[in-house]
């Protein structure tokens, strides 16, 4: 009878736990988008923000951020990837693999606000190269390099060895039965990966304040060729994000309509970490199973 | 009684006659080595040329180690000394292309292993690796070693299916005709069929004996019966040594070294 009473008392302790943090996740996902999904709309969206007067929307911001992700993408992945492949299928058991490990925990562990401090410091002052895209961007890859570096040698790791044996029993080199056959099964696991990591940096703000920097300049999207101040493709034109946008209404916000511009940023923030969120557990099902034929 | 028990030294070990008997591969004084284990310790065989081969013996008794030393498998998990005589060269040099003298020697594992991939890139991957394009010669090869595996019948009508949506006897037999499409001269397999039932099993035992037409095989298994229906030689391997290499029907009726006489009639250890 004891050991059923306890077993029993477990499962409910478990379940209410289980149920609290679903409570607790619904609740705060309840709340930023009830009250800012109203106040999202086409305009909200696409018109540039308002410092002074109400009625700003969010459309640089948004565009912002976007470039911000992929240009941090487009520096970090190969990085990552080429790290990852070291890790998982070269790195000897030594003392510069263990350096290098060591590294990229002690870089995962790093608070943003210091790689933000960091960044400023080294590329906007000492690097001349001011409150940038590409001084975001950097600080932004400092961030997301180690969890990629780390998703990428994890996907890596969980192709079986028997698909090198394969490889190399068929008279494939080590890096061609890399490239051909252990990368494009670790494929769903690596494209998981960089969504979800796609979706922290999204969401990203302290690392950019002091790097991308708080203003949204004016961008002319009719001019797209980069090295024009005003092009919405520049890299050196400081840039505010979504994220950064939300921190700083919050904190010195003057429009009339800072709460409701902060909730409607808020909503937009959320559902785009959602839409991240569930696309990479969809791409990376349906590659998977086109990998394996698995119904 | 322990396992220990048996004389090293009491060994029966066939030698080919080289008048009348074409070798395939041979080893001289092969070791292993995995740190300071000492896992082979006195390789000596002799493969004749379109002969089915067995290696028996307990798990760990070194026959799995003994076959992937060569076609150097186990270079980077072990060290490994002595010679591997194969067409008058010694592909345990260091000198040696590995990449290249795998294509003469492949191999088969334990479990299938095929890649992710359709059924007929399974087979024309490695070729394409090695720069054949033309698509009517690939397409020749797809079905040539599929026939040779005895799968063709089964997949033809699936080629652009995944590898995995096969049974697990038909994977390995896609292993096999994978491998064959390199057009080797000599196949190894480690116990190709422990993983599967046997009606699979039998599938492939026949595909091997149909194989030996073309190429030599050497095949290590646990399973004694595979070894006695298939084989024409068999070699006993016991703690890394060999004690004892003979015609499979002398191992398996008049044994004449103590130790395979006690495995085989199951009194082992």
């Known amino acids: 009878m004891k050991t059923k009473f306890q077993n029993n008392v477990a499962i409910a302790v478990i379940r209410v736990i289980a149920v609290l943090v679903v409570l607790i996740l619904a609740f705060l996902l309840g709340d930023i988008l009830i009250s800012g999904v109203p106040h999202i709309s086409w305009h909200f969206l696409t018109a540039p923000s308002q410092a002074f007067t109400s009625g700003g929307g969010i459309g640089v911001q948004l565009f912002n951020s976007i470039y911000l992700l992929l240009l941090t993408l487009i520096i970090s992945f190969p990085i990552s990837l080429g790290a990852g492949i070291f890790l998982s299928e070269y790195a000897p058991k030594n003392i510069f693999t263990a350096t290098v490990r060591m590294a990229i925990e002690v870089l995962s562990s790093l608070p943003s606000v210091v790689v933000g401090l960091f960044g400023f410091l080294l590329f906007v002052v000492q690097l001349d190269m001011g409150f940038s895209i590409l001084s975001g961007a950097i600080a932004l890859t400092f961030f997301n390099l180690p969890l990629l570096t780390r998703n990428i040698e994890e996907s890596l790791r969980a192709v079986p060895d028997l698909q090198r044996e394969a490889g190399l029993s068929l008279g494939l080199s080590k890096w061609r039965t890399v490239i051909k056959v252990i990368l494009p099964e670790a494929l769903p696991g690596i494209i998981t990966g960089v969504v979800l990591g796609a979706g922290r940096v999204f969401g990203e703000a302290a690392a950019l304040i002091y790097t991308a920097g708080q203003s949204a300049t004016n961008i002319d999207f009719g001019n797209w060729n980069p090295f024009n101040a005003t092009s919405p493709l520049n890299l050196m034109r400081p840039a505010e994000t979504l994220a950064v946008h939300i921190w700083k209404i919050n904190s010195e916000g003057v429009m009339p309509d800072a709460a409701a511009v902060s909730a409607g940023s808020s909503a937009v923030l959320i559902i785009a970490v959602l839409i991240f969120n569930f696309s990479a557990r969809v791409i990376g099902n349906q590659l998977y199973r086109k990998l394996t034929a698995t119904k | ?269």
């Open chain 2, 1 to 269: 009684m322990g396992i220990n028990k048996y004389d090293f030294n009491e060994k029966n070990i066939l030698k080919f006659d080289s008048n009348e008997h074409e070798l395939a591969i041979a080893t001289k004084n092969l070791q292993v080595f995995y740190g300071d284990k000492h896992a082979l310790f006195d390789g000596d065989l002799e493969f004749e040329r379109y002969k089915i081969t067995s290696l028996i013996g307990a798990s760990g008794s070194g026959k799995s180690t003994y076959l992937r030393s060569l076609n150097r498998m186990n270079d980077n998990v072990a060290r490994v000394e002595g010679e591997i005589q194969y067409r008058g060269l010694n592909v345990n040099s260091k000198k040696i292309n590995v990449y290249e003298m795998r294509k003469h020697i492949g191999m088969v594992f334990q479990r299938p292993n095929p890649f992710s991939k359709s059924i007929r890139e399974n087979i024309t991957f490695a070729l394409k690796e090695q720069g054949l394009k033309n698509k009517k010669k690939l397409e020749e090869v797809v079905e040539s070693s599929l026939k040779d595996a005895a799968l063709w019948d089964e997949v033809k009508d699936d080629l652009k299916k995944s590898a995995w949506s096969l049974s697990g006897g038909q994977q390995q037999r896609l292993c096999i005709a994978r491998t064959i499409a390199m057009k080797p001269d000599i196949l190894l397999l480690d116990e190709p069929a422990s993983a599967l039932d046997p009606i699979s099993t039998s599938k492939i035992e026949e595909t091997l004996v149909e194989l030996k037409k073309r190429y030599t095989i050497i095949i290590v298994t646990h399973n004694m019966q595979q070894a006695s229906r298939i084989s024409d030689y068999t070699a006993f391997f016991h703690l890394g040594h060999i004690l004892e290499y003979d015609k499979t029907k002398h191992i398996f009726t008049t044994p004449k070294v103590t130790a395979t006489n006690d495995y085989i009639s199951g009194n082992f250890g």
